[in-house]
């Protein structure tokens, strides 16, 4: 079955520094990805959904300016979280759906922040 | 609004014994669905998902789940519980002809098999 890989699977940073979570699609193109946040023992919120070669659409009530979304390949997203705090930490998992199934989607391990 | 619901937080159930669990839906029209189960520090993994024919479904690790239109359900099953089985189910549903859309969730019910 398809892939969706992250990098890193872990972080910790420093209040005020920027932090760069990748996701890729390994073995199909993904011309949209979704990026998801999990708070401890809650639900997934979708956050923004990257598009290839276009602008990133944000949920109501998510930052642009603080979290930052390039898709800038049919296989990679990107979403740096700039100027961490502490409440930024938190679990980001990414998907993808594949181009001909909307609704076989493929969601990457995730990748932990804890911002100190 | 459109949403999902699961209604528990937390089942237990004793190994061997069956599970379930519930997960309703309030949306227009007839909505794609899906389980997915998560592990502690983990994404999420397909469990199975309902898009249109028979009402009861199979997927993976020997789950099932029934969709009930006039109830607006699609409650996850399994006729006998692994211990292997605890961990958090997310409930979620989809649009169809809706484009390139995400997923909506559940708030997700945590699952302990005792041994």
């Known amino acids: 079955g398809a892939v969706v890989s992250q990098h890193p699977s872990w972080v910790i940073c420093k209040s005020g520094t920027s932090v760069k979570i990748e996701c890729r699609s390994l073995?199909?193109?993904?011309?949209?990805m979704f990026w998801y946040r999990q708070f401890p023992k809650q639900s997934l919120m979708l956050m923004a959904t990257s598009n290839e070669g276009s602008k990133a659409t944000y949920e109501q009530g998510v930052e642009k300016d603080k979290f930052l979304i390039n898709h800038a390949s049919l296989t990679l997203s990107t979403l740096t979280v700039t100027s961490a705090h502490p409440e930024d930490s938190s679990f980001y998992i990414c998907?993808?759906?594949?181009?001909?199934?909307?609704?076989?989607?493929?969601f990457g391990p995730g990748t932990r922040l804890t911002v100190l | 609004a459109q949403s999902v619901a699961q209604p528990e937080d937390q089942v237990n159930v004793a190994e061997g014994n069956p599970l379930t669990v519930k997960c309703t839906y309030s949306?227009?029209?007839?909505?794609?669905l899906f389980w997915y189960v998560q592990y502690p520090n983990r994404g999420l993994q397909f469990l199975l998902k309902?898009?249109?024919?028979?009402?009861l479904v199979k997927g993976s690790y020997g789950f099932e789940a029934e969709f009930n239109k006039s109830q607006t359900s699609f409650h996850l099953k399994k006729p006998s519980a692994l211990v292997s089985d605890s961990a958090l189910y997310f409930c979620a549903v989809r649009f169809p002809f809706s484009g390139n859309t995400p997923l909506v969730f559940g708030k997700g019910t945590r699952l302990s098999v005792i041994a």
């Open positions: 949306v227009s029209g007839n909505p794609y």
């Open positions: 073995d199909f193109q993904a011309t949209t």
């Open positions: 998907s993808a759906p594949l181009p001909r199934d909307h609704n076989e989607q493929f």
């Open positions: 309902y898009i249109t024919g028979d009402n």
